[in-house]
């Protein structure tokens, strides 16, 4: 399981800085080549138009360092943008938005797993721009962290927790931290930095990473009645969270095991109740094959189903019935999942 964490916590951290690769803030002081029409586009947050100038403006100058590295941050593609970032570093001229090309290249080594190249270039953005500082050291401590150097790591996320950085930068360095030691299987201080981000950071990106990572914390800790809890929480806030699949997938393993309504009942609730079944009647047909279809397609999608035949009135009718629930509000969970899958009314039985 911690194994599984490692690689996920890789995966989180490629997501997250292939996205962030390009977001620029062009704070730069102007150069005399360089439109400032550019760069008033972008304070104002009118992208086209400030597309559109920079695209006529490398129409001329082509090779402009600083064109260069906006048409980076502009490029969509990856590869590209990388390859448009290092060209503008290539160019002999300085330029001010050097630091931040830098920068953006050590996030995209760093997607990369190439973690010595994203650390030296983080490194150099530092002695162009020190107020690069938080990202920078987050990109060496994430390096660090992925190439096995927890001592160094470490140092780099306290760094930024002590330098009086933006909150967004406190949550990002805490949940570093966590991943330190989650990784080395200190578990107490692990959870106890992502607690940090879950407490004071909520509406942070970094929120919904330190609260998948606290539950597993809480499972490697023998604590399983935590650990459900807080699984069962980031499941239902974010089900199409970045590590709502390898949560899942440790459920499906039997690593991580979400007790059922039924499972939580007592010894002596369950001898009361075992009398007592409820289904879910989503059919009684005439024809059996009609029944039988429905069935098959429930199924499918994993559900347990039954046919029943009963007779009313002297005739034949094929009832499809979904699940063997102890306790009705379970049946009603599965009843409203139904309807809302098949857009139609069912009942409850008790058999």
């Known amino acids: 399981m911690r194994q599984l964490g490692q690689l996920q916590f890789l995966k989180i951290i490629s997501s997250f800085l292939l996205l962030s690769l390009f977001v620029f ?17 972008l304070k104002a947050g009118q992208l086209k138009e400030a597309r559109a100038s920079l695209d006529d403006f490398r129409s001329s100058e082509p090779d402009d360092p600083r064109g260069l590295y906006y048409a980076g941050c502009f ?31 050590g996030q995209y080594y760093l997607s990369k797993s190439m973690y010595l190249t994203a650390a030296s270039q983080a490194r150099q953005s530092l002695k162009i721009d020190s107020t690069r500082h938080p990202g920078a050291l987050w990109i060496q401590g994430t390096a660090n962290s992925a190439s096995e150097k927890p001592a160094l790591a470490e140092e780099n996320f306290q760094e930024i927790l002590k330098s009086g950085a933006e909150r967004q930068w406190e949550a990002w360095a805490n949940l570093g931290l966590g991943d330190v030691y989650y990784q080395q299987g200190d578990y107490v201080r692990a959870q106890s930095s992502y607690r940090e981000v879950m407490h004071h950071h909520r509406k942070s990106p970094a929120y919904s990473l330190a609260l998948a990572q606290f539950a597993q914390c809480q499972w490697e800790l023998d604590d399983p009645e935590s650990g459900e809890r807080f699984t069962k929480d980031y499941l239902e806030q974010f089900p199409q969270g970045v590590l709502a699949g390898t949560l899942r997938d440790l459920v499906s393993a039997g690593v991580i095991h979400l007790a059922s309504e039924e499972e939580k009942l007592s010894p002596k609730e369950r001898a009361r109740l075992t009398s007592t079944v409820y289904s879910v009647q989503v059919g ?4 059996k094959a009609n029944a039988y279809r429905m069935a098959q397609r429930l199924k499918a999608r994993g559900y347990e189903v039954e046919l029943r035949t009963e007779t009313i009135n002297r005739r034949r009718f094929y009832k499809v019935l979904v699940g063997k629930f102890l306790s009705q509000k ?12 098949e857009g139609d009314n069912f009942i409850i039985v008790i058999r």
Do not use: M, T, Y
């Open 25 to 41: 803030l062009p704070e730069a002081a102007r150069c005399q080549r360089f439109p400032e029409e550019i760069l008033s586009h």
């Open 284 to 287: 009684a047909f005439a024809s």
């Open 75 to 105: 490029e969509p593609n990856g590869e590209l943008s990388a390859d448009l970032l290092k060209k503008s570093l290539s160019r002999r001229d300085d330029f001010p938005e050097r630091g931040e090309a830098l920068l953006k290249l």
């Open 330 to 341: 379970r049946a009603r969970e599965v009843k409203g999942k139904l309807e809302a899958e």
